[in-house]
């Protein structure tokens, strides 16, 4: 399990390398900079030197990645060229909390629905439940997150009036920040209740034909202890395969999400820091959403192996 963990992470470590180096690079070569026409920073050439001397845009780019990726592994990610008064750890710590939030809520729901309604398919196959969770699953995955904010926040906060239209409410008060949260959290998570509905479904399904499954209700065991102890079992490995990496997409937070309902997320930061060309923000948000990218992913191989003993048996195979 050792070799297992350290090959992960040796993988988790070069993956990364390499993203730095292409995006590093790719913000280099792309013509312009935040100096350029219709930028938030309007100088002049001498300023515009001067700008490139204070950060140290005038040296060979290969000096630069070194001496950005020497301070990257300290989670120096440098100073916003926007925001020179805070530095960009500092950002993304203030700004995360509420992505966070939102995200993982929402993909907390999602996966219980999903997860909910894929076994009650799977356990009524080819019936009319069966049909209406399918149809269900099919619609809602289709449409985007951003209509279903809007229809939202259209019907249920400017028409009928039941929940705030937007902001964060009272922090304070977590009464009226979860007040305020109802409609986002929705938004962001029917849409993909569809996608783990299907693949609960067909995870289940798969395991439900299997020759052991078929075996246990030959001894005559009941249709409830069957799905809970051999199916979900065996299921439940592709299952988490697929639902982990939810949690890291969506708790960096949805730029359309924040924008309809004007929340203040890490989502707003990276699309603005775009725009304006802002090479530190863009840099350690992406590197960033990287990490907490590969590293549910790397819990997801370690909780691979432990649910699987397959697959520690075949890494000492080789």
Known sequence: MLVYTLKRLGGILMTLVLLSLFTFTLSRVVPGGPWAQGAEIPLSEQQIQAFKEKYGLDLPVWRQYLIWLGNAATLDFGRPFTEPERTVTALIRDTLPFSALLGGIAATLAIAM????????????????????????????????????????????????????????????????????????????????????????????????????????AKGLRSTGVLTRHVLRNALIPMITSFLPLYPGMMTGSLFIEAVFGLPGLGKYFVVSSTNRDYPLVLGITMFWALLIALTYFLTDVLYGVIDPRVRISERQR
């Open 114 to 217: 999903g997860v909910t309604l894929g076994v009650i398919a799977a356990a009524y196959q080819e019936s009319w439940i069966d049909s209406i969770v399918t149809s269900y699953a099919v619609v809602i995955a289709t449409v985007p997150s951003f209509v279903m904010a809007f229809l939202m926040k259209y019907f249920l906060a400017a028409r009928l009036r039941w929940f705030p239209s937007g902001a964060w409410g009272n922090p304070d008060d977590w009464r009226s920040v979860a007040w305020h949260l109802v409609l986002p959290v929705a938004a962001f998570a029917l849409p993909a209740t569809g996608g783990v509905a299907r693949w609960t479904r067909q995870c289940i399904a798969e395991a439900m034909a299997s020759d052991y499954v078929r075996t246990a209700y």
